[in-house]
C-alpha cells in the first residue's frame, strides 16, 4: 500500500486500515494528522465512526481524562455485540478496574520479578544456543514466539506440554476479520476458541481450589483476592480477564523481541555501539518498545457531550489513541523517527499507555526483553537480517509473521 496522500484530503482517508501497517506505510498520513486535524473525525470505517488522536499531550490528557472518556464497554476500536461482550478490567472504570487489577498485580511484583530473572536468562540461553548457525531461519518463531510462550506459561503456571496453546490462543483471539482487512477470523471461528480457553481454565481452576500451592500464578491469585475469588462463577467476566492477561502479555512482548532485530539491521551505528557496550541494553530496550509501539492504539467512549481541542464530541463517541503517532511527535520526543538507543528521558513513550491503565506488565516486559539481548549479545557477533520481514495486517496489534535471520557466534 504505497499511497501517495498529497493530493487527498483526510476526510476521504480511513485512518484505520490494517493494510497501511502491514506495508509499514502508516508515518506520513499520521504526521499530516499531527499537523493538520489532531483531533479528527472520520465518519465512515468498517468500524463506524471515530476520533482519532494523534499528539502525544493530547493522548496523555484523554487518558487521565477518566470521567469523559471511558473504557467501558470496550477497548477495541471495534464493538461486539452485547451479547458477546467479556468483561476484563483494560475495559473497566473506576472503582471496579483498581479492584480486579489488585488481585492479579502481585504476579508482577519486584520480587517476582526478581525470581522471574533468572528463569528467564536460563530459558533465553537455552533457545538461543539452540539456534542454527549459518542456516537462515525465522526468528520470530524460534526466539520470540518461544521465550514469550514460556514466560506466559509460566505466569499461568499452565501445562508445560501444552503451552503452545497459549500463543495460538493469542493469535486467534486477535485476529478479528474487521481489524485485519478480512483476513482474519469470523466470529463464530473466534468463538469456539474463546469457548476453548473457557473450558481449559475453568478445569484448571477447579484443580487448584484448596491444592495448598503457594504459587504466584494468575488463577491462584484470582481465588485469592476475596474481590475474585468467585470470578469462575461468572465465565464472562473469567473468560474477559483471561483473554486480557494471554494476550497483553503476548503478542506485546513478541512483536517488541522481533522489532529489535529489524531496528538494529536497519541502524548499524547503534548495532555497533551496544555490541561495544552493554550497558546501553536497558536503554536500548526502552526505546525498542518506542519504536515498535506493539499495540497502535486503545480506544476511549465519550460518557457526556464535551469539547476537546475545540472539537465537539458527543455522549458515545469512540475516540481512537493512536500511540503509534503519539510515539513519532516531534515536539515531545525530539528526533521521533529516528532509532537511538541512547535518547534523553527514554522511558517517556507512550507504548504502555498512561494513566490508570497504564500497562501492568510493563517492568516484566522490559526485563525480558533486557535478558534475551544480554543474551544475545554476549553469544553472537552478528544478527542479520536475510530479507524483509513480513508484517502483520492489523490495526491493533503491530507485530511481524516473520523475520529471517542468521547469526554468527564469537568464536
Ligand atoms: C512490550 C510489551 C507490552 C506493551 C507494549 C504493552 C502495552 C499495553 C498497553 C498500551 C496497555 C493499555 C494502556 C492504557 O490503556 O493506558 C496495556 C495494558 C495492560 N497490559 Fe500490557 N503491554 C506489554 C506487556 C505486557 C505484559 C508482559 C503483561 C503481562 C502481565 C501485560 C499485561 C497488561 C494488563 C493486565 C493490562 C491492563 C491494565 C489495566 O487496564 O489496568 N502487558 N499494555
Same mark, same amino acid.
Given at each position: 500500500?504505497?499511497?501517495?496522500?498529497? @493530493?487527498?484530503?483526510?476526510?476521504?482517508?480511513?485512518?484505520?486500515?490494517? +493494510?497501511?501497517?502491514?506495508?509499514?506505510?502508516?508515518?506520513?498520513?499520521?504526521?499530516?494528522?499531527?499537523?493538520?486535524?489532531?483531533?479528527?473525525?472520520?465518519?465512515?470505517?468498517?468500524? @463506524?465512526?471515530?476520533?482519532?488522536?494523534?499528539?502525544?499531550?493530547?493522548?496523555?490528557?484523554?487518558?487521565?481524562?477518566?470521567? /469523559?472518556?471511558?473504557?467501558?464497554?470496550?477497548?477495541?476500536?471495534?464493538?461486539?455485540?452485547?451479547?458477546?461482550?467479556?468483561?476484563?478490567?483494560?475495559?473497566?472504570?473506576?472503582?471496579?478496574?483498581? &479492584?480486579?487489577?489488585?488481585?492479579?498485580?502481585?504476579?508482577?511484583?519486584?520480587?517476582?520479578?526478581?525470581?522471574?530473572?533468572?528463569?528467564?536468562?536460563?530459558?533465553?540461553?537455552?533457545?538461543?544456543?539452540?539456534?542454527?548457525?549459518?542456516?537462515?531461519?525465522?526468528?520470530?518463531?524460534?526466539?520470540?514466539?518461544?521465550?514469550?510462550?514460556?514466560?506466559?506459561? !509460566?505466569?499461568?503456571?499452565?501445562?508445560?506440554? %501444552?503451552?503452545?496453546?497459549?500463543?495460538?490462543?493469542?493469535?486467534?483471539?486477535?485476529?478479528?476479520?474487521?481489524? !485485519?482487512?478480512?483476513? @482474519?477470523?469470523? %466470529?463464530?471461528?473466534?468463538?469456539?476458541?474463546?469457548?476453548?480457553?473457557? *473450558?481449559?481454565?475453568?478445569?484448571?481452576?477447579?484443580?487448584?481450589?484448596?491444592?495448598?500451592?503457594?504459587?504466584?500464578?494468575?488463577?491462584?491469585?484470582?481465588? +485469592?483476592?476475596?474481590?475474585?475469588?468467585?470470578?469462575?462463577?461468572?465465565?464472562?467476566?473469567?473468560? =474477559?480477564?483471561?483473554?486480557?492477561?494471554?494476550?497483553?502479555?503476548?503478542? !506485546?512482548?513478541?512483536?517488541?523481541?522481533?522489532? =529489535?532485530?529489524?531496528?538494529?539491521?536497519?541502524?548499524?551505528?547503534?548495532?555497533?555501539?551496544?555490541?561495544?557496550?552493554?550497558?546501553?541494553?536497558?536503554?536500548?530496550?526502552?526505546?525498542?518498545?518506542?519504536?515498535?509501539?506493539?499495540?497502535?492504539?486503545?480506544?476511549?467512549? &465519550?460518557?457526556?457531550?464535551?469539547?476537546?481541542?475545540?472539537?465537539? %464530541?458527543?455522549?458515545?463517541?469512540?475516540?481512537?489513541?493512536?500511540?503509534?503517532?503519539?510515539?513519532?511527535?516531534?515536539?515531545?520526543?525530539?528526533?521521533?523517527?529516528?532509532?537511538?538507543?541512547?535518547? *534523553?528521558?527514554?522511558?517517556?513513550?507512550?507504548?504502555?499507555?498512561?494513566?490508570?491503565?497504564?500497562?501492568?506488565?510493563?517492568?516484566?516486559?522490559? %526485563?525480558?526483553?533486557? &535478558?534475551?539481548?544480554?543474551?544475545?549479545?554476549?553469544?553472537?557477533?552478528? /544478527?542479520?537480517?536475510?530479507?524483509?520481514?513480513?508484517?502483520?495486517?492489523?490495526?491493533? &496489534?503491530? @507485530?511481524?509473521?516473520?523475520?529471517?535471520?542468521?547469526?554468527?557466534?564469537?568464536?
Amino acid at each position: 500500500m504505497g499511497e501517495d496522500l498529497s @493530493g487527498s484530503s483526510l476526510a476521504d482517508i480511513d485512518v484505520s486500515d490494517p +493494510r497501511r501497517f502491514e506495508c509499514d506505510t502508516w508515518q506520513p498520513l499520521f504526521a499530516r494528522l499531527r499537523q493538520e486535524s489532531p483531533v479528527h473525525y472520520q465518519a465512515e470505517s468498517p468500524a @463506524g465512526p471515530f476520533w482519532s488522536i494523534t499528539r502525544f499531550n493530547d493522548v496523555v490528557d484523554v487518558e487521565k481524562n477518566t470521567e /469523559i472518556f471511558s473504557s467501558e464497554p470496550t477497548i477495541a476500536i471495534i464493538d461486539p455485540p452485547p451479547e458477546r461482550r467479556s468483561q476484563m478490567f483494560i475495559a473497566m472504570d473506576q472503582p471496579q478496574h483498581d &479492584v480486579q487489577r489488585r488481585a492479579v498485580q502481585p504476579v508482577v511484583a519486584p520480587k517476582n520479578l526478581r525470581e522471574f530473572e533468572a528463569l528467564i536468562r536460563k530459558r533465553s540461553g537455552e533457545a538461543l544456543d539452540a539456534l542454527p548457525e549459518g542456516k537462515t531461519f525465522d526468528w520470530v518463531e524460534l526466539v520470540s514466539r518461544n521465550l514469550t510462550t514460556q514466560m506466559l506459561a !509460566t505466569l499461568f503456571d499452565f501445562p508445560w506440554e %501444552m503451552r503452545h496453546k497459549l500463543s495460538e490462543w493469542s493469535d486467534a483471539v486477535t485476529s478479528d476479520e474487521r481489524m !485485519t482487512a478480512g483476513k @482474519g477470523l469470523k %466470529m463464530e471461528e473466534r468463538l469456539e476458541v474463546i469457548m476453548e480457553i473457557l *473450558e481449559v481454565f475453568t478445569r484448571l481452576w477447579h484443580e487448584r481450589i484448596g491444592d495448598g500451592v503457594e504459587s504466584f500464578d494468575l488463577i491462584r491469585l484470582l481465588q +485469592r483476592d476475596p474481590n475474585t475469588a468467585n470470578m469462575v462463577g461468572d465465565p464472562t467476566n473469567y473468560i =474477559g480477564n483471561l483473554m486480557l492477561l494471554i494476550v497483553g502479555g503476548n503478542d !506485546t512482548t513478541r512483536n517488541s523481541m522481533s522489532g =529489535g532485530v529489524h531496528f538494529l539491521h536497519d541502524n548499524p551505528d547503534q548495532f555497533e555501539r551496544v555490541k561495544n557496550d552493554r550497558s546501553l541494553i536497558p536503554s536500548m530496550v526502552c526505546e525498542i518498545i518506542r519504536y515498535q509501539t506493539p499495540l497502535s492504539h486503545m480506544r476511549r467512549t &465519550v460518557t457526556r457531550d464535551f469539547e476537546f481541542r475545540g472539537q465537539k %464530541m458527543k455522549a458515545g463517541d469512540k475516540v481512537i489513541l493512536w500511540y503509534c503517532s503519539a510515539n513519532r511527535d516531534e515536539s515531545a520526543i525530539p528526533n521521533a523517527d529516528q532509532f537511538l538507543i541512547d535518547r *534523553e528521558s527514554v522511558r517517556n513513550h507512550a507504548s504502555f499507555g498512561f494513566g490508570i491503565h497504564r500497562c501492568m506488565g510493563n517492568r516484566l516486559a522490559e %526485563m525480558q526483553l533486557r &535478558v534475551v539481548w544480554e543474551e544475545a549479545l554476549k553469544r553472537f557477533s552478528d /544478527i542479520k537480517l536475510m530479507s524483509p520481514p513480513t508484517r502483520l495486517c492489523h490495526n491493533f &496489534v503491530r @507485530g511481524y509473521s516473520s523475520m529471517p535471520v542468521q547469526v554468527t557466534r564469537y568464536q
